[in-house]
C-alpha cells in the first residue's frame, strides 16, 4: 500500500502567507488598500520601463512581485522563540542572520525566518522577521518580574498546532490534508486579540517602560504587527499614499533613491490607534493600544561584506550630520543629506561588480551558448563578461537592516524618542533561546553565486 505524499514546504508556506493576508487584511482594513496602492504603482513602472520588465522575467522575479511579503511578530519568551522556529521550519522557513536593535533604543534581538535556496524562494519568497523581547532591560525589577509572571502564564500555540509540529518532526512532512490544518491553526498565532491579558494599570506601566515591550507582554498572543507587499517604486508609492488617506511615516529608511537600487527600502503607514479592553474593565468600557501597521518594501541587490561595510559607513555618516531624529520638517534635507553621501557608492551594475561590492548570478547569454565548447582554454570570467558572453544580474537581497527595523519600530511606537540601552544584545544567548545557529546570509548569496557559476561554465563548456 502506497504512503500518502507530504506537501512540498514551499507550497505550505504559500498556504500560509495567503492566508495571512486574507486574515491581516479582515483585521486591518487599509492593508487591503495598501495592497491596491502598490499593485498599481508596479503596474504603472512595468508599463513606463519595459527594461525592467525584460529584466524581473529573466531573473525570475516577476512572478513572485505580487506575492513579496514579509510579517513581523514579537515573542516574549525563550520557549515562544523555540517554538515558533519548530513552527517555522514545517514551512521550509529557516532562522537567517542576527540583528541587534538594543543599540538603536528598541529592546529586542531578532532573526527573519525564510527559505534558503532561491529555487524554494521563488516558489514562496515569505519571510517572517522575528523578534525576542529582552526582559533584562527592564530597569525596574518588579516590573520585569512581573512582566516574566504574565508571559509564562500564556500559551500562544493551539494544541492541534503543536501535534502536527510533532508530527511533521516525528514523520518528515505534512499530507496535503494536515498541512491544510497546520496553517488554520498556526493562524491562530498570528491572529489579533482585543483583551489584553493584563490591568490597564499594570498596561500603563508597561508602556511606560516601553511602548514596545506593552505590546508584547499585555496580549494573549504576539499578533503579526505588520506585513509588507513589494513595490518597484517606494518614492512613488510614498508619495500615493496621503492622496489615499494613508499616513505615512517620515522618511523611506534604508538607502537613498539610485539606478541600480541595492539592500532594502522601506516605509509604513502610521500605527492605529486600536480598542482594547483591559482584564479590569468592564464590557462598555474600552482602552486604545498602538501597534499594527501596514509597510511597503522595495529590495534591491544584495551587498558582499565590502559593500556592506561602505554602506554602514555612509550611512552612519549621514545620520551623524543630521545629529537627530527625521521627521516631516526635516524630511527633504535628510534625503540630500543621504544621497549626497552615497555619491560615494558606485551606481551602476558593472563597477558594482568589478569593485566587489555586489552579489550577483552568472549566466550564459545566446551569443554565448553559441559559442560553447570552442573558448580558448585561458578565457577569463572577465573577458566572457565585457564580450558579451556571459550575463551578470543582481542577486536580490533577502534579508533586513538592523537600522531600518529599528526606524520601522520607532516611527510606530511612539514620538521617535529612543531609550539607551548600554547592555548590547548577544547573538549566542539568542541561539541558545532559538535552539540552533542562524544561518549567514553572506554566506548563502556566494553559495547562491557559485551555483550560477558552475552551470555557466557547463553549459558554456570552459575547462
Known amino acids: 500500500m502506497a504512503s500518502t505524499p507530504f506537501m512540498a514546504p514551499s507550497q505550505i508556506r504559500a498556504l ?17 488598500e495598501l495592497l491596491d496602492l502598490v499593485a498599481q504603482v508596479n503596474q504603472h513602472c512595468l508599463e513606463q520601463d519595459p527594461q525592467l520588465e525584460q529584466h524581473l522575467r529573466t531573473t525570475h522575479e516577476l512572478e513572485r512581485l505580487d506575492e513579496e511579503r514579509h510579517g513581523a511578530i514579537r515573542v516574549g519568551t525563550a520557549h515562544e522563540l523555540h517554538t ?6 514545517v514551512m521550509g522557513m529557516e532562522p537567517v542572520g542576527y540583528y541587534d536593535l538594543a543599540p538603536a533604543g528598541v529592546p529586542v534581538h531578532s532573526t527573519a525566518f525564510r527559505a534558503l535556496h532561491e529555487a524554494d524562494l521563488r516558489q514562496s519568497p515569505f519571510r517572517v522577521f522575528t523578534s525576542l ?27 492541534a498546532a503543536l501535534e502536527l509540529i510533532e508530527q511533521h518532526e516525528k514523520n518528515g512532512g505534512l ?33 511606560d517602560q516601553h511602548r514596545l515591550i506593552a505590546d508584547v507582554v499585555a496580549f494573549k498572543g504576539p499578533h503579526i504587527n505588520h506585513l509588507t507587499p ?19 511615516k517620515a522618511v523611506i529608511e534604508g538607502p537613498p533613491r539610485r539606478q541600480q537600487p541595492i539592500l532594502l527600502r522601506q516605509t509604513s503607514f502610521k500605527a492605529l490607534e486600536e480598542s482594547v479592553r483591559y482584564s479590569d474593565q468592564h464590557d462598555t468600557e474600552r482602552g486604545s493600544h498602538t501597534a499594527r501597521f501596514g509597510e511597503i518594501e522595495q529590495r534591491g541587490t ?53 569593485q566587489g561590492l555586489i552579489h550577483v ?24 563578461i565585457a564580450n558579451g558572453d ?39 544567548v539568542f541561539e541558545r533561546d532559538l535552539g540552533c545557529k542562524v544561518h549567514d546570509e553572506q554566506a548563502l548569496y556566494h553559495a547562491q553565486s557559485e551555483r550560477s557559476l558552475a552551470q555557466t561554465k557547463q553549459q558554456l563548456q570552459l575547462a
Request: aromatic share 10%; glycine share 4%.
Open 84 to 89: 515558533l522556529r519548530r513552527l517555522f521550519a
Open 230 to 248: 513589494r513595490t518597484l517604486d517606494i518614492d512613488a508609492a510614498q508619495a500615493e499614499m496621503p492622496k489615499r488617506g494613508i499616513s505615512p
Open 175 to 207: 499530507t496535503a490534508e494536515q498541512a491544510e490544518q497546520f496553517v488554520t491553526e498556526a493562524l491562530e498565532t498570528f491572529r489579533w486579540h482585543s483583551e489584553a491579558t493584563v490591568s490597564s494599570a499594570q498596561y500603563q506601566s508597561l508602556h
Open 133 to 159: 523581547l529582552r526582559l533584562e532591560l527592564i530597569d525596574n525589577p518588579t516590573l520585569r518580574d512581573e512582566a516574566n509572571e504574565i508571559l509564562a502564564r500564556r500559551q500562544i500555540f493551539t494544541p
Open 361 to 384: 548570478t552568472y549566466s550564459p547569454t545566446e551569443q554565448g551558448l553559441a559559442k560553447a565548447g570552442q573558448f580558448p582554454v585561458n578565457t577569463t570570467l572577465d573577458m566572457l
Open 16 to 32: 500560509f502567507s495567503a492566508a495571512m493576508s486574507t486574515m491581516y487584511k479582515n483585521e486591518v482594513p487599509l492593508y487591503g
Open 302 to 354: 544584495a551587498l558582499t561584506p565590502k559593500g556592506r561595510d561602505l554602506y554602514d559607513q555612509l550611512l552612519q555618516a549621514a545620520r551623524a550630520e543630521m545629529n537627530g531624529p527625521t521627521t516631516e520638517a526635516n524630511a527633504d534635507h535628510y534625503y540630500e543629506v543621504l544621497e549626497r553621501h552615497f555619491e560615494a557608492f558606485p551606481d551602476d551594475l558593472l563597477s558594482l561588480y568589478q
Open 390 to 428: 556571459v550575463r551578470i544580474d543582481g542577486i536580490v537581497y533577502e534579508d533586513f537592516l538592523p537600522v531600518s527595523a529599528a526606524g520601522i519600530f520607532q516611527s510606530n511606537l511612539g514620538d521617535g524618542t529612543t531609550t539607551e540601552y548600554a547592555q548590547l544584545s548577544n547573538q549566542q
